[in-house]
């Protein structure tokens, strides 16, 4: 068989080249969507109780389930229940925000809690905590644990702050208190909108 009958009826490279790229781009197009549908969402942030490190209408992308709490973690929850703590340190469960919050775990369960809000200072397991991402100190104290400070995360829980502390109810506030992990629903990975902002989120 000579070189012409063997390529008989095939398509010339020009039409071939573009069917093999339509063909890579679907499949392209279906992984993305599937990656999309079952293991990444995008949402957008409201409020500013995460300044400076998330922006009013920054659009984010954030994992659609969310596995064991590390501390720093910027985590997206349903803050439908409030968790605190009465004088005898029993735990008090009451209706919550009914709202997604953003916020940044500080300390997962079996680690204390405290704060001088004089100073602004937030300590872990009686060490202070290092935040360079804060924008203001942590002067105010919201009514959550008043009194029982330090305070020990309870087992299944987290305890989470805003990174902009003076506007932002958080962990601290009797409308929050200790965060069920079960409430968690994904973690913030990477910043996609404003452009001049797009980048991973720490």
């Known amino acids: 068989m000579n070189q012409r009958n063997k390529r ?3 398509l010339p490279a020009p039409v071939e080249g573009f069917f093999g790229f ?3 781009f679907f499949i392209t197009m279906m992984l993305a969507s599937l990656l999309f549908i079952y293991f990444l969402r995008v949402t957008t942030i409201n409020g500013e109780s995460m300044l400076e490190t998330l922006h ?5 992308i954030m994992t659609a389930f969310y596995g064991e709490p590390h501390q720093g973690d910027i985590v997206v929850l349903d803050a439908k229940e409030s968790v605190t703590m009465n004088e005898a340190g029993e735990l ?10 953003v916020k940044r775990i500080i300390a997962c369960e079996g680690q ?3 704060f001088d809000f004089q100073r602004g200072i937030v300590y872990v397991d009686g060490e202070e905590y290092r935040e360079s991402y804060i924008s203001g100190l942590t002067h105010t104290d919201e009514g959550a644990f008043t009194g029982n400070y330090p305070v020990t995360v309870p087992e299944g829980y987290v305890f989470v702050l805003g990174d902009n502390r003076r506007n932002s109810r958080d962990s601290r506030s009797s409308e929050l208190g200790f965060v069920d992990a079960d409430n968690i ?7 996609i909108a404003p452009y001049s902002d797009i980048g991973k989120v720490d």
């Open 22 to 24: 339509v063909e890579t």
């Open 92 to 101: 008090v469960k009451g209706r919550g925000m009914d709202k997604l919050l």
């Open 185 to 191: 629903i994904g973690k913030v990975l990477f910043r």
């Open 8 to 10: 008989q009826g095939a």
């Open 112 to 114: 204390t809690v405290s």
């Open 56 to 60: 009013p209408d920054d659009k984010v």
